[in-house]
């Protein structure tokens, strides 16, 4: 997996699947959220999302950061709706 | 520590690899008294398997001998045991030879001919090395018997609080209910529960913490843990079951346990053949699937986000029983494995197997074929 930010953009590719990977994207959003209170998070490649990943993001919503996921695979979308996130992690599909 | 390093050498095996009987006979003499067991070989191959034969701790060999010499028998032993003390005696000291002693990690040289003092000064350098290995696998030893112990231990434990009042019976109402739990550690983050309320009504459980490790698992045990208290109390005292009382306590207990960040996955699913319904609430799981008197395989999806030390509400949504045939949940462990050979993981194919097995052998047996690498824990209960 591969991070990237510009401004409030955070931009991922490959698959997130470690638990590094979740540390990774945290600490990318952490540093954004300091100065921003706003996050546009795209997730271009991966087919699975792991289950800190998701716990960060919904505190997040909680503290009142506002959240795009913005989701490219369609296998992800799916997955995420099952698990009743689309609506609380603004997921937008890519 | 002097009188330490004697009960030690009594404790040790020692072979003598030399061609010459009277230094053979020199060793016994001086030994004998010295160690527990003396074996003696007139040359580097016999030498080579008196080691085979025997528990030998430490060796002492002639360099020049006939068939093998020192050095060769010591290549072979090394190839069997790479740290025992061997002591070379010579009266050579090539270049090439000090440098295949040394590679092969000879202890030590004793320059014939020797006096009794410079051999026990380089015996009990070796022994002292002896000690020192001894203590180190002692202690790998020690912890490893307590490594066993804890896993086996908390195993047990994990055994009683993940509690299936079904598990001989296997009947729920007119349903077998069989549970496949196939954790990946002894302390896994899947933890699930099925009890018995009543002859109408029983509940199904099924938490997956977040992450892995034993953070997941102990969040998944407390979960578990409370809910084999609540339901045992409802069923002591007869009250009425409720799914919706049930949710309201376990959020009060399990709020000021979790971290921050740290949320919970859960199906909650209570059955009740007296209103013919199924109660459910899915905290972002893996979604049910179900199938009605037909060939269609439907999904109960997640109508709650994950259970959090934030979270307030909860949604309880109904479905009907009386026409249920089939029903599966999982975790995700289940449907992320990914298929052999190819790209894609397991959700693609659950739905298809889950259609075509009628029992928790054929359904074990379709899934097992399309994961051959399990990369997370597996727990599903399955309905037929």
Redesign the interface.
Known sequence: MEISSSSNIVTITGNIKALSHYETIKREIDTIIENSSSVKIKILESISITSSTIGYLCKLVDKGVNIELHVKNDGLIHLLDDLNLISLLNIKKV | MKSYISDIYKTLNILCVEDEKETIQIYKNMFSMMFKEVHCAKNGLEGLERFKENEIDIIITRYKMPKYNGLQMSKKIREIDPSIPIIMVTSLKSIEMLTEAIELHITNFLKRPFTQSSLLTIFNQAVKSIIVDRCIMKEQSQKITYSNYQEGITFAKEKIITKNDLEEEEKLLHFTCNTVYKPKDILSGDSYIIRKINEEEYFIFLV?G???GISASVTAMLCSSFINYYVNLQIENKNEFSLHSLLGALLKFIEPNLL????L?AHFLHFNNNTKTIDYA?F????VLYMLNTDEVY?L??????L?P?TKKFTIDTLHLEKLTKMIMYS?GLN?NMVDDSE??Y??YIKEDFKKANSVKEFEELSTHKIKEQEDDITYILLT
């Open positions: 997956d977040m992450g892995k921050e960040y740290e949320v996955c899915i972002s799981m893996p979604p999904k999806k997640s109508n709650n986000t994950p959090a934030y995700d992320e894609v993981s959700a693609q």
